[in-house]
């Protein structure tokens, strides 16, 4: 087990490098003039020379690339905001607590609903809960997460006056952002659970154990639903990092001090240091759920597990 968790560690080293490598280069050949950006434009000629020098813009690509990697990977510093002056790493720690929080709020809602529809479809396939459920899905599928978030607000918040419109406080205040970013993972997970439960409802053992006169609720929840994990786990994993995207729209709309809005609001502002630090910091979170990912993998299926414990043990029989 610790052999799988090191080689998914060293596989997140180049995709992070990779990363930085790419959103580095975009941002260095982004039409604008940083200096201009920062001074105004009321500042002159001498003043934009020295503040692009005090800035460092006047050194070479690689140059300015080496010292970012090393900034960034020695020291986990991603600069300074070109509009605030502000640590962009102590911003970005600021404001992680409120974007995890309401992504863990929509992934929970997404597996909590989304998996028990799904399996509840596919235990009564082409029942009419079936096709309702289906009909639903296909509905959270199409609908974008913004439109959904404005209609919540306009039912909730300006005509029953139940639940917030904006801001932070309480938790009353992620539950529209949460409903509103999680319909469409809702939807997935039905779906792709009603897939993966009428592939294993159809196996052998499974009209095994219903000849042993087992409930149809054992049969379904004890023995199906745990064979039909892994493609749910998989698309749980990688909807936590479609909640996280997700949020640079939700957190805009619901005006949350999150990594999202603060990501938008520098993109406006063209504040590239920001935007560069964001998309980085977003990659590396991804990265470290999808690693929790892949142990939920060697925890569900023991193939897994057996495999590099094979591997351990072969070398330690050749020895």
């Known amino acids: 087990m610790v052999r799988f968790i090191i080689k998914r560690l060293l596989w997140m080293i180049p995709v992070i490098v990779g990363l930085t490598l790419l959103i580095f280069t975009l941002m260095y050949f982004v039409p604008g003039d940083p200096a201009s950006i920062i001074l105004g434009s009321s500042a002159t000629e001498a003043d934009l020379i020295a503040k692009r020098a005090d800035l460092g813009l006047n050194q070479p690509y690689i140059v300015r690339l080496g010292q970012y990697l090393n900034a960034v990977f020695l020291h986990f ?23 995890m929080l309401l992504a863990v709020f929509c992934i929970l809602l997404s597996v909590g609903v989304g998996v028990p529809l799904g399996v509840s479809a596919a235990a009564h396939q082409n029942g009419i ?19 959904m978030g404005l209609m919540l607000v306009l039912l909730f918040s300006l005509r029953l006056h139940v639940l917030p419109a904006s801001g932070i406080g309480g938790i009353q205040y992620y539950i529209l952002p949460a409903i509103a970013n999680s319909f469409h993972g809702i939807a ?24 042993k006169g087992l409930t149809e ?45 603060y990501m938008i609001g520098a993109v406006n502002n063209r504040d590239y240091p920001v935007v560069q630090g964001s998309v980085i910091f977003l990659g590396i979170t ?10 939920l993998y060697a925890f569900v299926n023991p193939k897994i597990r057996a495999q590099y414990e094979g591997k351990k043990g072969r070398k330690k029989n050749v020895r």
Not at 132 to 147: E, H, K, Q, R, T
Not at 230 to 242: D, R
Not at 286 to 295: A, G, K, T
């Open 129 to 147: 809960g079936d096709r309702i459920s289906m009909f639903l899905a296909l509905i959270g599928v199409s609908i974008p997460s913004f439109w």
């Open 217 to 261: 609720r054992a049969v379904i929840y004890k023995h199906a639903l745990p064979n039909a994990l892994i493609p749910v786990i998989t698309l749980a994993g990688t909807s936590f990092g479609t909640m996280l995207g997700g949020t640079l729209v939700i957190e805009t709309v619901f005006s949350i001090p999150g990594i999202g809005s």
């Open 188 to 211: 997935t997970q039905a779906r792709q659970t009603r897939s993966s439960m009428l592939e294993v409802i159809r196996s052998d053992y499974i009209s095994t154990a219903r000849g």
């Open 77 to 99: 510093d991603f600069g300074k905001s070109y509009i605030t002056n502000t640590s962009i790493t102590h911003d970005l720690l600021q404001r992680l607590p409120r974007t």
């Open 286 to 295: 991804f990265s470290l759920i999808m690693l929790l990912v892949d142990l």
